[in-house]
Each structure stands twice: as structure tokens, then as C-alpha cells.
């Protein structure tokens, strides 16, 4: 069945520091969505992605879609403490199918 | 404003017991979703509906049944709770096309002893 691998598991960043959650898909996608989980709370959609190779920002957020729509990346540019929480990918191929997510800590 | 909301919030029930959380939005969406969240396995899916009388296994459906009688409500029903079905509990909904968005209630953390 459909399967989404989502690396690293954990990052811990420095304040300022840059960090990149990797999304892998055994199938290709029709898209792709990323949410956003803080700590003690419920995932919140950030952003979707529909074609190949499409690249979309969110203020210091990046959002790739692979050209073969089975990977996709985040990349936060200066991270902040705001920043933390897990990261979710998912990926819709018959139907949603989440990664395992990326937690984020940021040191201070 | 519209929502999705979810209760109890916190359950702790006794291994066998039949258990039933419940999900309700008001954003007359026709897609809802439930899953469970535990470390290491993201958000797996349990049971999902594309609308009224609409109901469908997801990955994880083994020991839980839903009914959808009305737009607004999703039940889950955990028939015989079990300690490996201790987990969070989120149901979602999302609009029309199945592969839009997805809106999360506030979840439900539930304990079998």
C-alpha cells in the first residue's frame, strides 16, 4: 500500500539556525499537504502543493514538490522559538496518507 | 464561527468496555475523518466518510466502527477497548473533494487500563 517516510525524526536547532523535513512517497502523489501540530494541540494545515516541481513560501518557510511528485521538502530559514512543534507531510495518492512527522526543537 | 469539536476531551476506560467518542463540525463539510496519533506513527487513518450513510475502513480499522446518520456527527466506537487502542484520538473534516485540506478538532486522549 501507498507509504509516506518522513526524515529526520528529530531537530534540534539552535535559534537562527536553518532546518529541513524530508518527505518520501512510494507512489506518486496527486499532492501533497503539510501541517503543522504545536505541542499539546491539534495538526493545522499549512500549505498544499499540486504540481511538479512546484516551490511555494510562506514568509521564512519553503515548500517543494519533487519532479516526479513522490518527494517533498520543508526548509524554515532562522528559526524561531515559535517554530516548534512536529511537522507533518501527507500525501494523497488514493487517499491521505501521513508521514510519521519531524519533531522541532529550538534552543534558545 | 464554525468548528469541529470532540468529546470528552480525557477518557479512562477499563479493558472491554465499549467506548464512543464523539466528533461533531458545524462546517457542513461531507468529508470526515477519524485517526489516532501515537509516537513514531504520525496520524494513522481509522475510518473515514464521504457523506451521509457513507462510511469506509482505513488502515488501522480493526476494533472500531463508525456511523454517519447526519452530516455533522462522526461517532467512533471502540466495541471492546483494548490497551493497545490507548492512543490520542483526532477527527478531522474537510470540503467537497476528498484531497482538500484537512480541519482537525482538539482531540481525544483516551486510556484503556
Known amino acids: 500500500g501507498q507509504q509516506v517516510m518522513q526524515i529526520p525524526q528529530y531537530q534540534h536547532v539552535q535559534e537562527g539556525e536553518d532546518f529541513t523535513t524530508y518527505c518520501n512517497s512510494s507512489?506518486?502523489?496527486?499532492?501533497i499537504q503539510w501541517y503543522k501540530q504545536r505541542p499539546g494541540g491539534h495538526p493545522v494545515f499549512l500549505i498544499q502543493l499540486v504540481k511538479s516541481g512546484e516551490v511555494k513560501k510562506q514568509k521564512r518557510l519553503t515548500f517543494q514538490f519533487g519532479e516526479a511528485k513522490k518527494n517533498s521538502s520543508l526548509h524554515i530559514t532562522a528559526t524561531q522559538t515559535t517554530d516548534v512543534g512536529t511537522y507533518f507531510c501527507?500525501?494523497?495518492?488514493?487517499?491521505?496518507?501521513f508521514g510519521a512527522g519531524t519533531i522541532l526543537r529550538v534552543k534558545s | 464561527d464554525a468548528e469541529i469539536t470532540q468529546s470528552p476531551r480525557h477518557k479512562i476506560t477499563e479493558t472491554g468496555r465499549q467506548v464512543t467518542l464523539a466528533c461533531h463540525q458545524t462546517w457542513n463539510h461531507n468529508n470526515m475523518f477519524w485517526y489516532r496519533q501515537d509516537l513514531g506513527h504520525g496520524l494513522r487513518l481509522i475510518h473515514y466518510?464521504?457523506?451521509?450513510?457513507?462510511?469506509n475502513k482505513g488502515e488501522v480499522s480493526d476494533g472500531y466502527s463508525v456511523s454517519r446518520s447526519n452530516t455533522e456527527d462522526l461517532p467512533l466506537t471502540l466495541e471492546s477497548a483494548a490497551s493497545s487502542q490507548t492512543s490520542v484520538y483526532f477527527c478531522?473534516?474537510?470540503?467537497?473533494?476528498?484531497?482538500?485540506?484537512?480541519?482537525f478538532g482538539p482531540g481525544t486522549r483516551l486510556t484503556v487500563l
Open positions: 478531522a473534516s474537510s470540503t467537497g473533494h476528498p484531497r482538500g485540506e484537512q480541519f
Open positions: 507512489t506518486t502523489l496527486s499532492n
Open positions: 466518510s464521504y457523506g451521509v450513510q457513507d462510511t
Open positions: 501527507a500525501g494523497y495518492g488514493n487517499k491521505l496518507v
